[in-house]
C-alpha cells in the first residue's frame, strides 16, 4: 500500500515537472492560423519581425539598442550581412564577413555628410567572401542624420535598395519617437525646475525679513528658524529623483509653515491629521508643497477682503485657519488640503486647470495635476471643491503602490 | 453542554465588538496642532507594528484550536504553536527587509514590480484570493462555535455574526487596518489568555496538582499517519507565514527595511508569549472537561474552562472575558483578510475604481467563505487554517523567496510554479473540505497536508521553467535587486 502510494506520487511529481517544463519551452507557440492566402502569411511575418525590432530601437540610437534590432532588421531585408552606424563608429556589424567592419566608416563619410543614398562595391581581396556591393542609407531624424543602415549583397540589386530604404525611413519613424519620449521627459524635469524656482523669490525675501526681526528680540528662535529655512531650500531645491515620501515631503511642508507662521504670528492656525500607515507612500516630489502654499495664500487674501467696515483693523488679524490630513484608504492615501479663504469661481478653476489660465496664478495646481495625472493615470487627478467665498478642498489620492514609483 | 453564564459573556462579546469600532473610529480623531506635529510625523515605530501584526494574525485557530487540539491530540499539537511563530523567523531571514524595500503593498504589487508582468500579477491575485478565503472559512465556524457554547444559539449564527459585523466595519470604513486597532486587539487577546490562565492554575495547586495524562487511547481520528501530517504542518507552517496577504501588508507600514527587521524580531516576542499559553488550557481541558475528546467540539475547551474547574461568578467573569478575546481574534483576523482580499478583488479584479466598488468587493470578499463556512464540514479550526498555509507556502514562498534571491527567475517560471505547486495545494485542500477522499489512507494524508510536496513542486517548477526560457529574464531585474538588497540610504543618493 504504503509502496505503492509512493510510486503514485512520483510519478505525478515527475508528470508536473514535466509539464511544466514543457509549458516553459514552448514560449513563442506557432500560430497554425487556417486563414489567410500565402502573401498574407508573407505580410503579418513581415508585420511581426518589424514589432519586433522596434522596441530596442524606441530607447535611441546605442550600441546596445542597435545590438537588439539588428537581426530583426537583417532578418527584414532578407541581405548576407547588415551594419548600423552612428556618426562616428560602426555600432554593430550582423551577418558575416564582418571584416568589412572596418571600411564602413569610409564608404559612408560622404553619406553622413549628404544625407543622399548610396551603393558602393566592397573591394573585397578575400574571394571567397560573398559580400561584393552595398547600399548605405540615412537614419535622419529632424533633417540631422543620426547614423546609416549599410546592407550587404553579393551583387547590384534594385529590389535591395529600394527595401534598404523603406526599412531605414521605418527605423527614423522609431528613432524620432525615441526623440520625442526623451523631450517629455525633459519636458516633465522642466516644469519640476520650474516649480523649485517658483517658490523662491517672494518666499525666500519675506522669510528672511521675518528671521531678521527675530535676530535680536529672540536669537535662539531666529537660529531655529534658519535652521529650518536652510532644511527647507535643501528640501526644494534637491536635483535628484523624481519621487519622495509623504513623510518626507509633510516634514518640508512643516519646515515652511513654520517660517510662514515667523511671519504671521498666531493668525495661522493649521490642523494636521496624518495617519502613520500612510507616511511611507510614495509620491511625486513636490506635490503637496504648492498646494499648501495655495491654501496660504487664499486664506491670507480671504482675510484682505473680509466685509469688516466698522472695524478695519481686525481684518487684519482675521485668523487664517488650514486643515492638512493624510489617510489610510485600503490600498490608497487619501490626503486633503482644505482652507476658509477666498476660494474660486470654479469656471476659473476649469480655466486654469485646462492651462487657460494666463497669469501666474495657478501654475502650481496645474502642474500638480498634470504630473500627478502622467504617473498614476487619469483617475488620480486633483479633485477641488470650491466656490466664491467658501474657501477650497484639494483632495488627491495616491495609490501605495505603482509601478515605477519608488520615493527616495 | 451547559452554557457559561451568557448574560456576562454576552455583554462581554458585544463590548470587545463596540470598542473595537470605536478604537477604529476615534483612533485618528485626535487631531494635532501644528506644534506638535513632529509627534505626527513619526512613523510607526517597530514595536508598535509588531503588536499591530500580532493583533491581526492571532486568530480563531491560535486563540481556540491549538487547546482543543493539545486537548483530543496530546503534547504532539505543540508543532502548532511552534511552528505558527517560527513562520516568523523564516520570514525575518529571508523576507523582511526586501520585501518592505521593494515598496510593494500587497503580494501582486511585489508580482509586478519584480516580474514586470501583468499576467503574474492576476495570476498572484488569485492565489491572494484563494488563501484568504481558505482562511477566512475557520474564522467564521469558530466564531459560530463559540456563540453557540455560549447561548446555545444554532451554529450558523456566529458565522453570519462575524460576517456581517465584518461587513459594516470594513465597508463603513471604521475599521481598516489601523495600527491602534490591531495593537489594541492583541494586548486584549493576550489579557484575555493570560488572566483566566493564571487563576485556572492557581486553582489546578489548589486542587493538589492532579497530573495531566496523555495515555489514554485517542478516540477521535486524526491522521494514519502522524509523522507525515507534523512533516506537512511545520513545511506549511515555516513557510506559508510569510505569504499571509494581511501580514504583507502590514510591512509597509515600516519606513524602512532595518525596521522591517526590528518589527519582525519583536513580532517574534509577542507571538512567542502569546504561545505559551493554549497549551496550559489544552492540558487542563484534558484533566477537567475529558469528554471533549469524543465529540467535534473540542476547540470549545478554552471557553468552558472557567466554569469547570472555578465556577460561580468568578468562572463566570474569567468566562466572559476568554469569550470577549476569542470575538476580538474572529474580527481582527477575519476583518484584515477581508480587507487584503476586497483590496485584491477591486484592484485587480473588478472592472474600474471607486468607493462603491470597495463595498461591492468587500461583501464578495466575504460572501464566498461564509456560504463555505456554512457548507462544508467542520475541520478542528486549527487544522483548517493549517491548510490555508499549505496553499501560502506552495505559491507565495516560492515567488518571494526566488524573487528575492534569484536573478534568473522569469514570469513564465513564475507562472508554472503557481499553477503547479500553490494550484495542486489548493486543489488538494479544496478535494479534502469537500469531504470526497476519507481517511484512512495515503490519499487522503497527502491531500490533507499537500505542503511536503507542493512546496517543492512549487520551487522546482519555478526554477525549472525559469531556467529554460533564459530569454525573459525581466529587464529591470538588476535595479530591483538593488533596490531590494541595498540600505535605503544608499540607493537613494543620501546619507543621513
Known amino acids: 500500500m504504503t509502496g505503492a502510494g509512493v510510486a503514485v506520487i512520483a510519478v505525478v511529481v515527475l508528470l508536473l515537472f514535466g509539464t511544466g517544463f514543457l509549458l516553459g519551452r514552448t514560449v513563442r507557440p506557432v500560430r497554425t492560423s487556417d486563414v489567410g492566402t500565402p502573401v498574407e502569411h508573407a505580410t503579418f511575418e513581415t508585420l511581426h519581425t518589424a514589432s519586433l525590432a522596434a522596441p530596442p530601437l524606441r530607447a535611441g540610437l546605442t550600441e546596445e539598442s542597435a545590438r537588439k534590432a539588428a537581426r530583426g532588421l537583417r532578418s527584414l531585408l532578407g541581405t548576407d550581412a547588415l551594419c548600423l552606424t552612428d556618426r562616428d563608429q560602426v555600432l554593430v556589424w550582423d551577418g558575416e564577413g564582418d571584416h568589412h567592419g572596418q571600411d564602413v566608416m569610409g564608404h559612408v563619410q560622404g553619406l553622413l555628410a549628404s544625407g543622399r543614398d548610396t551603393a558602393f562595391h566592397s573591394d573585397c581581396g578575400d574571394v571567397d567572401c560573398p559580400l561584393r556591393w552595398a547600399v548605405a542609407v540615412p537614419l535622419t531624424v529632424d533633417h540631422r542624420v543620426l547614423g546609416t543602415l549599410v546592407a550587404y549583397a553579393s551583387r547590384e540589386s534594385a529590389v535591395l535598395a529600394r527595401a534598404a530604404g523603406e526599412v531605414a525611413r521605418w527605423v527614423c519613424v522609431q528613432l524620432e519617437l525615441a526623440e520625442l519620449d526623451r523631450s517629455r521627459t525633459q519636458l516633465i524635469e522642466a516644469e519640476i525646475k520650474a516649480l523649485r524656482a517658483q517658490i523662491s523669490p517672494h518666499f525666500i525675501f519675506n522669510s528672511l525679513a521675518a528671521i531678521a526681526s527675530f535676530v535680536r528680540t529672540d536669537p535662539e528662535r531666529a537660529r531655529e528658524l534658519l535652521l529650518e529655512f536652510a532644511d527647507f531650500t535643501r528640501y526644494s531645491f534637491r536635483r535628484h529623483g523624481e519621487f519622495t515620501t509623504l513623510a518626507d515631503e509633510l516634514h518640508s511642508i512643516d519646515q515652511y509653515l513654520a517660517l510662514v507662521r515667523a511671519r504671521f504670528g498666531e493668525r495661522l492656525s493649521v490642523t494636521l491629521q496624518v495617519a502613520p500607515e500612510v507616511l511611507p507612500v510614495s509620491l511625486p516630489f513636490l506635490c503637496l508643497q504648492p498646494l499648501v502654499e495655495n491654501a496660504v495664500k487664499h486664506g491670507l487674501e480671504g482675510a484682505a477682503t473680509l466685509p469688516r467696515p466698522l472695524d478695519p483693523v481686525r481684518a487684519q488679524d482675521a485668523p487664517i485657519r488650514v486643515t492638512i490630513s493624510a489617510l489610510d484608504a485600503g490600498a490608497e492615501a487619501e490626503v486633503v488640503i482644505e482652507d476658509d479663504g477666498t476660494g474660486m469661481e470654479p469656471e476659473r478653476l476649469r480655466q486654469i486647470l485646462r492651462g487657460e489660465g494666463g497669469t501666474s496664478t495657478g501654475i502650481g495646481l496645474l502642474n500638480v495635476d498634470e504630473r500627478l495625472r502622467q504617473v498614476y493615470g487619469d483617475d488620480y487627478g486633483l479633485v477641488i471643491e470650491t466656490g466664491v467665498g467658501a474657501g477650497m478642498k484639494i483632495t488627491l489620492r495616491l495609490p501605495k503602490y505603482r509601478a515605477g514609483v519608488h520615493g527616495s | ?496
Not at chain 2, 520570514?91 to 523582511?96: D, G, R, S
Not at chain 2, 510536496?453 to 529554460?468: E, T
Open chain 2, 1 to 496: 453542554m451547559s452554557a457559561p453564564g451568557h448574560p456576562s459573556a454576552v455583554v462581554a462579546v458585544a463590548l470587545v465588538v463596540l470598542a473595537t469600532v470605536l478604537v477604529g473610529g476615534f483612533g485618528l480623531r485626535i487631531s494635532r496642532t501644528t506644534s506638535d506635529f513632529y509627534v505626527a510625523s513619526r512613523t510607526v515605530r517597530p514595536r508598535l507594528n509588531a503588536a499591530a501584526i500580532s493583533g491581526e494574525y492571532l486568530s480563531a485557530a491560535s486563540f481556540l484550536g491549538i487547546a482543543g487540539l493539545v486537548l483530543v491530540h496530546g503534547p504532539d499539537m505543540l508543532w502548532y504553536p511552534v511552528g505558527y511563530t517560527a513562520g516568523y523567523l523564516v520570514l525575518l531571514v529571508f523576507v523582511a527587509a526586501p520585501l518592505r524595500r521593494s515598496g510593494a503593498y500587497t503580494l501582486p504589487d511585489f508580482a509586478e514590480g519584480r516580474l514586470e508582468s501583468r499576467q503574474v500579477r492576476r495570476l498572484v491575485s488569485v492565489f491572494v484570493v484563494g488563501a484568504g478565503w481558505v482562511y477566512l472559512v475557520p474564522q467564521l465556524q469558530g466564531a459560530g462555535l463559540t456563540l453557540k457554547i455560549l447561548t446555545g444559539a444554532p451554529g450558523w449564527l456566529g458565522d453570519v455574526l462575524v460576517a456581517s459585523v465584518v461587513v459594516v466595519a470594513v465597508a463603513a470604513g471604521g475599521m481598516r487596518s489601523i495600527t491602534f486597532v490591531q495593537v489594541f486587539q492583541y494586548w486584549l487577546k493576550l489579557t484575555a489568555l493570560l488572566v483566566p490562565a493564571i487563576f485556572l492554575v492557581l486553582a489546578w495547586q489548589g486542587d493538589g496538582r492532579p497530573r495531566v495524562s496523555f495515555d489514554e487511547q485517542i478516540s477521535v481520528f486524526r491522521a494514519d499517519h502522524p509523522l507525515y501530517a507534523t512533516y506537512g504542518l511545520i513545511v506549511a507552517t515555516f513557510l506559508g507565514t510569510m505569504g499571509l496577504p494581511h501580514v504583507v501588508v502590514r510591512f509597509y507600514t515600516s519606513p524602512n527595511g532595518r525596521d522591517a527587521r526590528r518589527t519582525t524580531v519583536a513580532v517574534l516576542a509577542l507571538v512567542g508569549l502569546f504561545y505559551l499559553l493554549p497549551p496550559v488550557y489544552g492540558a487542563l481541558g484534558r484533566l477537567y472537561a475529558p469528554e471533549l475528546m469524543h465529540g467535534t467540539d473540542a476547540d470549545a475547551a478554552v471557553l468552558l474552562l472557567p466554569a469547570r474547574v472555578i465556577g460561580g461568578l468568578g468562572g463566570d467573569l474569567l468566562g466572559a472575558l476568554l469569550a470577549g478575546g476569542a470575538f476580538a481574534a474572529f474580527l481582527s483576523t477575519a476583518s484584515g483578510l477581508t480587507m487584503a482580499v476586497a483590496g485584491v478583488i477591486t484592484q485587480d479584479v473588478l472592472p474600474s475604481r471607486g468607493v462603491r466598488h470597495f463595498r461591492l468587493a468587500t461583501v464578495l470578499a466575504i460572501a464566498v467563505p461564509l456560504a463555505g463556512s456554512l457548507v462544508v464540514s467542520r475541520v478542528p479550526v486549527a487544522d483548517a487554517v493549517g491548510m490555508a498555509f499549505a496553499v501560502s507556502a506552495s505559491s507565495f514562498c516560492p515567488l518571494l523567496v526566488l524573487g528575492i534571491w534569484w536573478r534568473r527567475l522569469t514570469p513564465p517560471g513564475a507562472i508554472a510554479g503557481l499553477l503547479l505547486g500553490g494550484g495542486s495545494a489548493l486543489l488538494s485542500v479544496a478535494i479534502t473540505v469537500s469531504g470526497a477522499v476519507r481517511p484512512p489512507g495515503w490519499p487522503h494524508a497527502l491531500l490533507a497536508w499537500p505542503a511536503v510536496w507542493s512546496v517543492p513542486v512549487g520551487f522546482l517548477a519555478m526554477i525549472l521553467v525559469s531556467l529554460a526560457t533564459p530569454g525573459q529574464i525581466p529587464p529591470g531585474t538588476n535595479a530591483a535587486m538593488t533596490r531590494f538588497h541595498l540600505p535605503e540610504a544608499l540607493t537613494s543618493g543620501r546619507v543621513r
